[in-house]
């Protein structure tokens, strides 16, 4: 994708972050009421994950302080109990004026569907 003539790439760099930390938020509010769901403090996630989850790491994540990666959300999805899908947001923000899916399940339906969610875990 290559920035419009009148947008410099420091701005394209900058919109990147700014959505970066836009979806960090929204997955760390998802973290954060899914594993209030199911009843644990972030000390129980710490101790049913034998430390793996620090209580400060998991705050920063559900915070949006802290950028999860894929294998680290597949790990917390299989300590709730869930679906990793249910920790993504179910909206996701637009990006700078183009057209784009509104949900996770617009935006990865090619791929999803040759793989139905009882497959993944």
Same mark, same amino acid.
């Given at each position: 994708?290559?920035?419009d003539?009148?947008?410099s790439?420091v701005?394209? %760099?900058?919109?990147?972050?700014? %959505?970066?930390a ?12 899914? %594993?209030? #769901?199911r009843?644990?403090s ?7 994950s ?9 705050? *920063?994540?559900?915070?949006? #302080?802290r950028g999860?990666?894929v294998h680290?959300?597949?790990?917390l *999805?299989?300590i ?7 920790l993504?947001p #179910? ?10 899916? %509104?949900?996770p399940?617009e ?11 009882? *497959?993944?875990?």
């Amino acid at each position: 994708m290559e920035p419009d003539a009148g947008i410099s790439e420091v701005d394209v %760099r900058s919109a990147r972050r700014r %959505r970066s930390a836009e979806l960090d938020a929204l997955v760390g509010e998802r973290l954060r009421a899914v %594993r209030r #769901q199911r009843r644990l403090s972030l000390a129980d996630v710490e101790a049913v994950s034998g430390g793996e989850f620090r209580t400060s790491i998991l705050g *920063a994540y559900e915070r949006g #302080q802290r950028g999860l990666r894929v294998h680290r959300l597949l790990r917390l *999805a299989e300590i709730y109990g869930v679906h990793p899908a249910a920790l993504l947001p #179910q909206e996701l923000p637009v990006s700078g004026g183009r057209e784009s899916p %509104r949900t996770p399940s617009e935006a990865w339906t090619p791929a999803s569907s040759n793989f139905p969610p009882e *497959a993944v875990l």
